[in-house]
C-alpha cells in the first residue's frame, strides 16, 4: 500500500521530469527550426513552463546544450551497449560501425550545430563521440581484427560518409569494413574457413 507522504514524493520528481522532458523537446524543435540564437526564454515558452523552471532544470543555455547532445546520443549509446555485450571484438566494432549513426539527417545537422555552440559544447561532443566509439575501436585494434593506423576520428568520419550514402549504404558499408579489417587477420580467417569447409 503506497502512503500518502510517498504519493506525494513520487509526484514532484514525476513533474520534474515531465518538466525536463518538455524543455528539451521545446529546444531540440526550436533549435532545428531556427539555430542557436533562439533564448531561453523562447525554449520556455514553447515548453509551456516558467523561465525560474528552465533555469532550474539547466541553469545557463551551454547546460541545455550539453543535455541536448546527451539526449541525441540516448540511441547510439544504447547500441554501444549492445556491442559490448558481444564476444568477438570485430563483431562488436562492426554493430557500432554499421548501426551507431542512428540519427535522422535533421537530428545530425543540429548535432554539428550544437557542437559548434562553444567550445565547451564541442568538446562535449567529441567526448559522446569517443565514449560510444573509441572503446570499440581499441578492443578489436587489441585482437587485431582492425587496422591499427586508424583511429577514432577516422572511424567517425567513415560512418557519417557511409550514412550519408542513400540508397547505396549497405554497398559502402561493406566496403568500408572491408578495408578497415586488419588484412592478415582476415586472411588467416579465410584460411581456417576453408580448412574447415575442406575437412567438411
Known amino acids: 500500500m503506497t502512503t500518502e507522504p510517498a504519493r506525494r514524493m513520487r509526484g514532484p520528481r514525476s513533474d520534474q521530469a515531465r518538466n525536463r522532458r518538455r524543455l528539451l523537446d521545446a529546444a ?10 533562439v533564448s531561453v526564454e523562447e525554449v520556455a515558452r514553447r515548453a509551456g513552463v516558467g523561465a525560474t523552471t528552465f533555469y532550474r532544470h539547466f541553469p545557463t543555455k551551454s547546460d541545455l546544450v550539453e543535455a541536448l547532445l546527451d539526449d541525441l546520443t540516448e540511441g547510439a549509446r ?6 559490448g555485450a558481444q ?3 570485430w563483431a562488436a566494432f562492426q554493430l557500432v560501425f554499421e548501426e ?10 543540429l548535432y554539428d550545430v550544437l557542437g559548434r555552440h562553444s567550445p565547451r559544447s564541442a568538446q562535449a561532443a567529441r567526448e559522446a563521440t569517443a565514449h560510444i566509439i573509441e572503446p570499440h575501436v581499441r578492443r578489436a585494434q587489441a585482437t587485431g581484427a582492425l587496422r591499427p593506423d586508424v583511429t577514432t576520428e577516422d572511424i567517425a568520419v567513415l560512418m557519417r560518409m557511409a ?14 569494413l572491408t578495408g578497415l579489417r586488419n588484412a592478415e587477420q582476415a586472411a588467416d580467417a579465410a584460411t581456417a574457413r576453408a580448412d574447415i569447409s575442406a575437412v567438411g
Open 28 to 37: 531540440r524543435a526550436a533549435f532545428t527550426a531556427e539555430g542557436l540564437k
Open 78 to 83: 544504447k547500441v554501444a551497449t549492445r556491442a
Open 87 to 89: 564476444s568477438d571484438a
Open 100 to 109: 551507431g549513426c542512428v540519427l535522422a539527417p535533421d537530428e545530425l545537422a
Open 163 to 176: 550514412d550519408q550514402a542513400g540508397p547505396t549504404r549497405p554497398t559502402a558499408l561493406k566496403v568500408l
